[in-house]
């Protein structure tokens, strides 16, 4: 395929049976989106629990159960949004209207939550900022991993595409977190400064990276019927072996570095010893590494299988971290050491989760004739964020031993700090590990995906003949 057809920003046809294989400027275009969505991955379960509870001065019980609630509202929005997707035609694509949809939700939830909020705000207002911003995230990167499965449906090309997507996920992530201490270490402003900077680079980078995505990438049409509405129809899903499975993984792969990232600057700060400047760097250096393993990790998924190279990642992504948080504090070289060797498997669970439900999607469509990867996707995420939600519970728990999030002049209790000390370093690595065990005798081998993707080829050729 030529760069000429694959930068067309019309809706094509799908693929014929030949790998579709798009280049590396078409892939950098689309992931560009994940910049600024990244941007709201870390800054949700990371940067703004701490900013609400520090700067917005609000109790930590309280910062938790709003995340709480609107995130278990938000889990609701998942499965309408995918179901929604599913039933989309539109000359522009399935997806790509959505995306553009989410664009000024984003920024709107944005300005405010980053932006606008102040000192004394109180619960109200974080919640309903907090669900607009939700219900715009999960439109975005629902309708970004719906057209990513649709942009290159072969198993090892599809792994490609969403190690383009991880890729720059790990970019944005990286370059949301070194904001707030790069306006520190230059004297521009404070941390509260940094965090609203980082929402005003949000709102910019959206309309521009989305507008990229659109002009530049293609959104391929695949073939199958209009989902089914009932109840029935989706609770089928969940009898897949290879669903299961899929969902299981991705709880415990989100409920890990959901406390991980909820509990950061109360561990380096009051364990380690390092204050926001010196922690968040840290921060990044563990998604740096993440960045410089991920081609490993894609590697490694096209010789083993994706399962496979999932478990394994999970085991060293245990055996890692333990070692990395272990490492005594008060030595910021050392830490900055081990914790970049921590990143190293961080990559491979998000990508190859979403690309095992994309080839899963294709499985449902084979047995069924129906298309429902927007649907499969969005059951996904939302296990992603049950996992966020009971990575909270953390809060709740710290608050009952007695931890404060700004200890008075005696500091917190041996016992609170003991207590952060299990959730920030066990219970993530044992979650860790167990992601790979449940992933034991995982059915959808590339053998089988290349089976099936050869018979929904020539089921949708003749197809198109037909018509």
Not at 401 to 418: K, Q, Y
Request: hydrophobic share 55%; charged share 10%; aromatic share 12%.
């Amino acid at each position: 395929m030529t760069d000429a057809a694959q930068t067309a920003p019309a809706a094509q046809p799908a693929a014929s049976s030949a790998p579709v294989r798009r280049s590396n400027a078409v892939l950098a275009a689309f992931s560009s989106v994940c910049l600024p969505l990244a941007a709201f991955g870390v800054a949700l379960p990371v940067t703004l629990p701490d900013f609400y509870a520090t700067f917005v001065g609000l109790e930590l019980g309280a910062v938790a159960a709003m995340f709480m609630i609107v995130r278990l509202i938000d889990i609701t929005f998942d499965p309408f949004i995918g179901w929604a997707m599913d039933r989309t035609k539109s000359r522009f694509g399935r997806y790509r209207p959505w995306l553009v949809l989410a664009t000024p939700i984003l920024m709107l939830a944005a300005y405010m939550m980053f932006v606008a909020v102040q000192p004394g705000a109180g619960p109200i207002f974080l919640f309903a900022w907090l669900l607009v911003l939700y219900l715009g995230f999960s439109i975005g990167t629902l309708s970004q991993l719906g057209w990513a499965a649709v942009l290159a449906p072969e198993y090892d090309q599809r792994s490609r595409v969403y190690g383009w997507w991880q890729v720059f996920n790990i970019i944005g992530v990286v370059l949301i977190l070194i904001l707030p201490t790069v306006v520190e270490k230059t004297g521009i402003g404070d941390y509260a400064d940094g965090v609203r900077i980082m929402g005003w680079a949000i709102v910019i980078a959206l309309p521009a990276t989305v507008g990229l995505a659109l002009l530049a990438v293609p959104e391929p049409i695949t073939s199958g019927g209009q989902p089914h509405g009932s109840l029935g129809a989706y609770v089928s899903l969940f009898k897949k072996p290879v669903v299961r499975k899929l969902l299981f993984a991705d709880l415990l792969l989100g409920i890990a570095p959901g406390i991980t990232g909820s509990l950061l600057f109360f561990f380096f700060g009051q364990i380690k010893g390092y204050d926001h400047a010196q922690a968040g760097p840290l921060m990044v250096l563990y998604f740096i590494g993440g960045l410089c393993g991920a081609p490993f990790w894609a590697w490694l998924a096209t010789r083993v299988g994706k399962d496979r190279g999932l478990a394994i990642a999970g085991i060293a992504s245990a055996v890692l971290y333990l070692g990395a948080t272990l490492a005594p504090g008060h030595n910021f070289v050392l830490t900055a050491i081990v914790m970049f060797i921590a990143g190293l498997p961080y990559a491979a669970g998000l990508f190859l989760t979403r690309a095992m439900m994309a080839d899963a999607g294709d499985e449902e469509r084979y047995e069924t004739g129906v298309d429902r990867t927007g649907l499969m996707l969005s059951i996904l995420s939302a296990t992603t964020k049950i996992g966020h939600v009971v990575a909270l519970v953390p809060y709740l728990i710290l608050q009952f031993v007695g931890f404060r999030a700004l200890p008075g002049p005696g500091g917190n209790s041996e016992t609170s700090l003991i207590t952060l000390q299990v959730l920030f370093i066990l219970v993530p690595a044992l979650l860790m590990a167990a992601s790979a065990w449940v992933l034991k005798g995982y059915p959808l081998t590339a053998r089988r995906h290349h089976e099936i993707r050869r018979a929904l080829d020539e089921r949708d050729a003749a197809a198109a003949e037909a018509a």
